[in-house]
C-alpha cells in the first residue's frame, strides 16, 4: 500500500539525523562479571559443536534472544536481534545485526544499537522496523534510563545509500514514549513498541506492551509526525487475569488469498491480528479479530480465546516473535526466538544459547479462524538426496527407517491416511488439555489410531528419540486428532527440559489426510501438522543419537494400520551464517 507523505517537519528533523547534529553511537556496556564466559571455557566448548544447527540462524557464540526490526530495504533483508557479546547467558544485551539476499544465508555487521544515551544507558532492548514513505526504515525500540525505567527511543540509518545499513543514530530527543505519573503506566513494565501503522486520519500509531497489575495492556501512542507521540485516551486492547504483555506485534491478514498485506493495509477483506507475548508462561497467543479505525478499537472474533489457553504460533519453544511485510514477494514473514532446554552450565560450557526458528509465511487460513504457517520457500535451496516412498501400509506396532538422508540436518514431510476407525479410543471429559494429554499417552503408550509419525533424533537402541506424531481420538461423536511433540526419551542428560508439547489440529481424518512435515537440525526439531495447522518446536539434546549415530524412522505405535501416502525426505546442506 502506498502511504501518504510524511509531514515537512519530521522529514527536517530526519536531514538533521543525516547530517550534521548526529548522534554518534558509542559502545559504553554494563559489565557484569556473572554473565561473562571465560576465554579458556570459551575455547573448550567451541571445539565440540554437536548441538550447532546447520541451517537455523544463531551467531557463532553468545546468548540471543528476541528478533527486532526484521524487515527488506533495497532488496537486502536484515534481521536485528538481542545479543550479549560477553556471554552465553542474558546481560550486557545490545541489537546485534545480520543481513541476507534469500532469508536463509547471512552475513553479520557491527551492532546497530548499543547504550550510548542517558534514555538507553542500561539496555537496549526489543523494538519494530517501520517503513516511513519514500522507503526510509526507522527503528522504535525499549532502553532503559538511568532510573531503571522503560522508555521508548528512536534511531535511524545514518546512511540511505548504504542497502546494509551498517550505521544507526539515533534521536538526540530521546526517549519519546515514557510512564509518568500522568498517565499512571508502570515504568517497570512498558515495553516492545510495535511496527507503526497510518490511520485514516494520516496519523501514525504504535503500540507499546504493558500490564496494570495483572491486567495485560496494548497502549496505543499517535503522532503526525512520527517525533512527537501521545497516549490515547484508551489502550487499543487489553484482557485482565493475562499479566505483563511482551513483544506485542499488530497486523492485517487477507481474509482472500496468501498475499500479505502492508501494516497500514485497511479494506473490506481485511481481518487483523494481534499477538501477544505473555511474560507469565513464555509463550506467543494471538486472536484475529477487527479494527475499528474510528473509535482505535480492536475486537477479537467470536469464539476467540484470550489468554495461556489461545491459538498459539508454536506450542513448543518459540517466543518473542515478530512479524513484517516483504514487499518484495508480498508476504507476511514471522520470526521467532527459540530458546535452549539445556540447563544454564550446560549454555556456558557450549558457548552459545538461544537459536531463531525458520522464517514462516504466514496467512489466513479460508475459515478465517486461525492462521496457517509454512517454512519459506527458499530454504528448499538447501535440499540435496532427495528419497522419496511409494505408497505403502505402516503396520500397527513397526517401524520403518528413512535410509539415506543425513538424519541429522534433514527436511522430511509424510502424508498418512486412517481407514480403520473401529479402533479409535474415546476422550469421554468434556476438556481435554492437548500438552497433558500427550505427555500421559506418549509415543510409547500403545493406542488405537496412534501414536504414529517420526522417531527423530534416535539413537541405534532406541534409548533416546523425539516423537513427533498424530493421535486420533473419538470425542462427543466426533473425530479429534492430537500432535504431540514427545521429548521424554530425548536424552539421557537429565539436566535437560524435556517437557512433552501437544496440540488439536483442526481438521477431519475421514476426509483429509494427515500431513507431517519436520525440519530437523541437530539440537531442532520444527514440525508442522495439517499442512500447518499447528506448528511444536523442540529442542534435543540427545547423548547417543549425535553426528553420525543419529536415525530417522517412520512408526506407528497404534494396534490399527495407517497408510504412507507418500514421503519424501532431503538432506539439508550447511547454510552460510556469520
Not at 43 to 49: G, M
Not at 182 to 187: D, H, L, V
Not at 479 to 484: S, Y
Request: charged share 20%.
Amino acid at each position: 500500500m502506498t502511504t501518504p507523505s510524511i509531514s515537512v517537519s519530521f522529514l527536517f528533523i530526519y536531514a538533521l539525523f543525516l547530517g550534521y547534529n548526529v548522534l554518534e553511537l558509542e559502545a559504553s556496556h554494563h559489565i557484569f562479571a556473572r554473565y561473562q564466559t571465560s576465554p579458556k571455557v570459551l575455547h573448550k566448548a567451541l571445539v565440540n559443536q554437536a548441538y550447532r544447527t546447520g541451517y537455523h540462524f544463531q551467531p557463532p557464540k553468545n546468548w540471543i534472544n528476541d528478533p527486532n526490526g526484521p524487515m527488506v530495504y533495497k532488496g537486502i533483508y536484515h534481521l536485528f536481534y538481542q545479543y550479549n557479546p560477553k556471554g552465553a547467558v542474558w546481560g550486557n544485551i545490545v541489537w546485534a545485526h545480520s543481513t541476507s539476499t534469500d532469508l536463509v544465508n547471512w552475513i553479520s555487521h557491527k551492532p546497530a544499537i548499543f547504550p550510548s544515551q542517558q534514555a538507553d544507558i542500561n539496555g537496549c532492548w526489543s523494538g519494530s522496523a517501520t517503513i516511513l514513505p519514500g522507503g526510509k526504515p526507522v527503528m522504535l525500540y525499549t532502553g532503559i534510563d538511568p532510573s531503571e525505567r522503560q522508555v521508548q527511543n528512536l534511531a535511524m540509518p545514518k546512511n540511505l545509500s548504504d542497502p546494509y545499513l551498517t550505521e544507526w543514530v539515533k534521536y538526540p530527543k530521546n526517549p519519546l514514549m515514557l510512564a509518568t505519573p500522568m498517565n499512571r503506566i508502570n515504568g517497570s513494565a512498558f515495553r516492545d513498541p510495535t511496527t507503526a501503522w497510518l490511520g485514516p486520519d494520516k496519523l501514525w500509531r504504535v503500540l507499546v506492551g504493558s500490564r496494570d497489575n495483572r491486567v495485560g495492556v496494548a497502549y496505543l501512542y499517535k503522532s503526525k509526525d512520527f517525533d512527537h507521540w501521545n497516549l490515547a485516551k484508551e489502550p487499543l486492547h487489553s484482557v485482565e487475569r493475562t499479566g505483563m504483555w511482551e513483544c506485542p506485534d499488530f497486523f492485517p491478514v487477507n481474509t482472500d488469498g496468501f498475499e500479505g498485506l502492508d501494516t497500514s493495509a485497511r479494506g473490506k477483506r481485511v481481518k487483523y491480528v494481534l499477538k501477544i507475548s505473555l511474560d507469565e508462561t513464555k509463550h506467543d497467543y494471538y486472536t484475529i479479530g477487527t479494527y475499528d479505525v474510528v473509535k482505535d478499537k480492536y475486537f477479537p472474533d467470536k469464539g476467540m480465546v484470550e489468554g495461556d489457553e489461545g491459538l498459539r504460533y508454536d506450542y513448543g519453544k518459540f517466543y518473542a516473535s515478530k512479524t513484517f511485510f516483504d514487499d518484495e514477494k508480498k508476504r507476511r514473514i514471522l520470526w521467532g526466538w527459540t530458546n535452549e532446554s539445556s540447563s544454564v552450565k550446560d549454555d556456558v560450557l557450549k558457548g552459545w544459547s538461544g537459536i531463531q526458528a525458520i522464517p514462516r509465511s504466514v496467512w489466513l487460513d479460508k475459515s478465517g479462524k486461525k492462521l496457517l504457517q509454512w517454512p519459506i520457500k527458499e530454504i528448499e535451496k538447501l535440499r540435496e538426496n532427495q528419497v522419496n516412498w511409494p505408497s505403502k501400509i505402516l503396520e500397527g506396532g513397526s517401524k520403518l527407517e528413512v535410509i539415506g538422508v543425513t538424519a541429522g540436518q534433514a527436511d522430511v514431510e509424510v502424508s498418512f491416511e486412517v481407514s480403520d476407525l473401529k479402533k479409535v479410543e474415546v476422550l469421554k471429559k468434556k476438556h481435554y488439555n492437548p500438552q497433558l494429554l500427550c505427555s500421559k499417552n506418549s509415543a510409547s503408550v500403545r493406542g488405537g489410531l496412534g501414536p504414529f509419525g517420526f522417531l527423530t533424533f534416535a539413537s541405534n537402541c532406541l534409548r533416546e528419540y523425539t516423537a513427533v506424531f498424530f493421535r486420533i481420538y473419538n470425542h462427543r461423536n466426533k473425530h479429534k486428532v492430537l500432535m504431540c511433540s514427545d521429548q521424554s526419551r530425548s536424552s539421557l542428560n537429565k539436566h535437560n527440559d524435556n517437557t512433552t508439547y501437544g496440540a488439536f489440529v483442526d481438521l477431519d481424518p475421514t476426509q483429509e489426510k494427515l500431513s507431517l512435515r519436520s525440519l530437523i537440525d541437530r539440537s531442532i526439531v520444527e514440525s508442522f501438522g495439517g499442512g500447518g495447522k499447528v506448528v511444536i518446536s523442540s529442542r534435543v539434546y540427545p547423548t547417543l543419537a549425535i553426528d553420525n549415530q543419529i536415525k530417522l524412522f517412520v512408526f506407528n505405535n497404534g494396534t490399527a494400520n495407517v497408510k504412507i501416502t507418500s514421503l519424501n525426505a532431503w538432506s539439508m546442506k550447511k547454510a552460510q551464517i556469520n
